[in-house]
């Protein structure tokens, strides 16, 4: 169906050849009901009424709602004897002159059947064309034949030429207006799924299918679907899921809508279940009725396959670009620089895909916000604006379920023995060549396996784990954010899993690196399975280190207990990293990085401050307490307000100070 007929009128002669019929459709029977008052009357109406059947070669509304709905001659004089109600004020009073009853001023399924030519009782029904698409509605009265009828106010718009959805339905769609696709492999999924819907229409099949796009990129699912729509005249809205009511009417009433707006404008439902993060049965529920009696065409989009209906479902599942689409989209998106940056982008791209895997629509965006943040700073090269407006598009998500960890730290600030370090090094050197060693030298062909960067940073509090993630994360100009595991952890079976699986769905794309602190909370030695939480908590690190071996980016796990922890679970790991108690002279060369440049400072002796005995962690807050009671005194920072501070560092730490730690200090 078309909004405007073949014949290329402009919109505003198709509206008005839309009301034009529609008026005249009303004013015929309007020429009924005088002729039936003169009847009563005993007069003869003078004039004939001569029907302009002409203007329904136009496609009017008027026309197409009668053939979309296949309504009979009784049933579309039924829907004008409603509508001449909105629109002629002397309506009611010929209704009510015709049944000689002054107080029935509106139209009734009596007065159809009276005054109307081929009248039908099945049109009274509940199942019939007028009723079960909610054309008309049927007030309250004491008999069906003499209750009220009224034109729903949708149906009404529509043959006035003015299309909108129904307003029952504006709280849950809202119209999709996306790019199209822009790989190969997505535009054949779009090829297979008209073919399957165009093949199950040919077959003159009742119900079409359902599809189904499954997969984490929701941006791609939006464009196939969007794509796979108009290439079939369809116009796609968005449907949340988590909006269904669960009440068995309301359903039937929503879907019942919908049904009326696909047979009226062509929609289509794109129901999106990625935002339902924990659905609940009800829920479930909901969306299986509405899958098997829905008949307007739907696409549904998951991150997973929903399980078999009796209603046929079509799954396609919708993979992230590959690296050689991903540089060819990047290559795409930023075709229009000056020729100058572009030259001074060899081997940038390649870095990028590398390090994140963004979705054709991330990508457009990043290449967007990298030109906006090079106008702003133009001294700055344009692969800095780049690489920060790729880091910016996994932001969004993570900031909700994880803490971002600042990273300003240096390797100078990290005080740790050399070869600890040097295990540092090579976890960075990892990330970077990641794709180098994986694609380009073919390690990836070979197993896909075990190709995530894992490690675990083990020690005692303080002793430098997170900023180890934080010089790594400087290093490798990438995102750090920290997840607390104790509170990952849930009771209820299932649970765990399903909050892990959120943070790494939305890490996965943005190249970040993911700090687990507490693995001691989940990553236990693993005791004999007796129970099915016993055997729910060993599924958990299951879950965990499966993601975490397949994890594009680094995850790092911390401990203070690396003895605590599995071997079998240390060995799925590839770098584990053991952070010592720092010795006196580390401690003092921690000691020596503890104060700002601008701190002002008097005789400090950073050998005596090293005997105390405590981590670079504990350090770091004696010398902000240090510097706080200082600036209280109006005075340099001085052994003496260190002495102050390490008390109360000790009193907070429940240690006792031992008189050699602090042996002439003031």
Known sequence: MTIYPAQSLSKTDWLNLSQHDLFAAIAKVRYILEMKVAEKKGEILNNEFSYPTQLEQLDSSLYQLCENFNLSQFERDVLMLCAGMEFDTQWGLLCAEIVNDPKQVYPTFNLAMLVLDNADWSALSPASTLRRWHLVEVGSGNALTSSPLRINERILHYLMGDRHL??????LLSPVTTNSVQIDSHQQIVNQAIATLLNADSDNTEMLPILQL???????????ASDICADLGLTLYKMPANVLPHDLSNLQLIASLCDREY??????????????????????????YLIEI????????????????????????????????QQILWAKALKNLDPDIQSSLNGSIHQLVSYFNLSPTHIQNAALKAKSLHQQEENDPFQKSLWNACRAQARPRLDELAQSVETASTWQDLILPSKEKFVLHDIAAHVRQRLTVYETWGFAGRSRRGLGISALF??????????????????????VYRIDLSSVIDKYIGETEKNLKRIFDAAEGGGVILLFDEADALFGKRTEVKDSHDRHANVGVSYLLQRM????????????????????????????VQFPFPDAEQRAEIWRRAFPKLTPTLDLDYLKLGKLSVAGGNIRNIALNAAFIAADHNEPVQMKYILQAAKIEYIKLEKPMMDTEIKGWV
Do not use: W
């Open 458 to 479: 083990a020690g005692s509090s303080g002793t430098g784990k997170t900023m180890a993630a934080e010089v790594l994360g400087n290093e490798l100009q990438l995102d």
């Open 549 to 576: 071996e397949a994890y594009r980016g680094l995850a790092v796990l911390t401990t203070n207990l690396k003895n605590s922890l599995d071997q079998a679970f240390l060995r799925r790991l590839r770098f584990v």
């Open 214 to 224: 499954c997969g984490e990129d929701v941006s791609s699912k939006v464009a196939i």
């Open 294 to 325: 829905l008949k307007c065409p739907m696409i549904i989009s998951s991150q997973t396959r929903r399980r078999q209906h009796q209603r046929t479902i079509i799954t396609f599942d919708v993979q992230s670009p590959s690296i050689n689409e």
């Open 166 to 171: 129904d307003e029952r339905l504006l709280s």
């Open 263 to 288: 047979t009226l404008d062509d929609i289509a439902l794109f129901l999106d279940c990625d935002r339902d993060e924990a659905p609940n049965h009800n829920q479930d529920m909901a969306i299986g």
